[in-house]
């Protein structure tokens, strides 16, 4: 079976604040341990009052102190907006206290809007055209210390935390192909180069120290209920946040909401501009085990992880129950 991880945003829901996003945040993540999850990653993301990760190696740690054996990692950190020294020794420290756990996946773009990507780089130094070098640089920073080298991550040197490359377009493709470094596609948002980017990736590949052959992650949303209207209930959070980023007023994640193809409709926004979640699996677990049959056959990642954008805390939960459920019965008809 193609193992299931968890992308978490840590959601702040209308009405509540980043403090309960963090303990439901915990709470799922050791539900997907329980459940055999591989990986619980966070994403970083500035200005956005729907999304608490900002922090994201703070959140980290956070999840990896209450966990014992799930890998838990950034999905993942804007390189731009940092130096590759402070990553290093902010993932090397995490490597330190949670020995073997620690995934590091990296990105070019800002994570917020560029106003913001500004107030971010106050020098004005972090450089999208740099990410590249940056990205070599930040991963010379986990080899051995050489002799004479004057400037080291203490901790982060000599420590072993993977590297992944992150990607909504055939950029990051390219790369993580030049360099040897697994690929984690931004699907769940960003369909449109997903075959593109897969194939870019697949036939450039370069083995490396890191990696022998390519090793393709995908994103994917997932909403599972007991029921398909149920699902596609919940899903409308997830449809509404979509909506309001795109209208220029981002908000906390909205309760779920019976008319939304009406709202849709009222926007002006046809079937066929939703494409951003066009990937989606929306169901009841008959639904969720035929369509994440479908996608694995489709495009044959090596790895899928999996965010729920859901209001409710415990809806939430279920959904990832019935997702491993979907995937346990998958694994035992293969």
């Known amino acids: 079976m193609v193992p299931l991880s968890v992308l978490d945003l840590s959601p702040i829901l209308e009405g509540s604040d980043a403090a309960q996003s963090f303990r439901n945040t915990l709470d799922l993540a050791q539900h997907a341990e329980r459940l055999g999850f591989k990986r619980y990653w966070l994403a970083e993301h500035h200005n956005m009052p729907g999304i608490a990760s900002a922090a994201t190696a703070v959140v980290i740690g ?3 102190a209450g966990t014992r054996t799930i890998r838990v990692g950034a999905g993942g950190i804007m390189l731009p907006n ?3 020294l402070v990553i290093a020794e902010q993932f090397g420290t995490l490597e330190s206290l949670f020995p ?10 800002p994570g917020t809007d560029q106003l913001t990507a500004r ?4 020098t004005l130094v972090g450089d999208v055209d740099r990410f590249p070098q940056d990205v070599i640089e930040l991963m010379g920073y986990f080899q051995p210390v050489q002799p004479g080298q004057p400037v ?7 420590l072993d935390v993977p590297v992944w490359m992150l990607g909504s377009s055939t950029f990051g493709a390219e790369l993580a192909a030049i360099l040897g470094l697994p690929y984690a596609f931004a699907s769940h948002f960003a369909p449109a180069q997903l075959e593109q980017a897969i194939q870019v990736y ?19 949303n997932v909403v599972a209920a007991e029921t398909d209207a149920e699902a596609r209930r919940l899903f409308s959070s997830l449809q ?7 209208t220029g007023r981002p908000t906390p994640l909205p309760p779920p909401v019976d008319d939304m193809d009406r709202r849709l409709a009222a926007a002006g926004i046809s079937p066929a501009e939703q494409g951003a979640l066009a990937k989606a699996v929306v169901g009841g677990p008959e639904t969720v085990r035929r369509g994440l049959a479908e996608f694995m056959d489709a495009y044959r990642p090596d790895e899928v992880i999996v965010t729920a954008q859901i209001y409710d805390h415990a809806a939430r ?15 035992e008809a293969a």
Do not use: C, W, Y
């Open 240 to 246: 509404q946040a979509f909506l309001n980023l795109r």
């Open 119 to 122: 107030a971010l780089r106050r």
């Open 152 to 158: 080291r991550a203490v901790p982060g040197a000599g």
């Open 82 to 84: 940092h130096a590759p």
């Open 317 to 331: 939960i279920r959904s990832f129950e019935i997702l491993a459920e979907a995937a346990k019965a998958l694994a």
């Open 202 to 220: 697949r036939t450039n590949f370069r083995p490396s120290e890191r990696l022998e052959k390519p090793h393709l992650m995908l994103a994917l």
């Open 62 to 64: 956070h999840v990896a």
């Open 100 to 109: 073997g756990r620690i995934d590091l996946g990296v990105g070019r773009a």
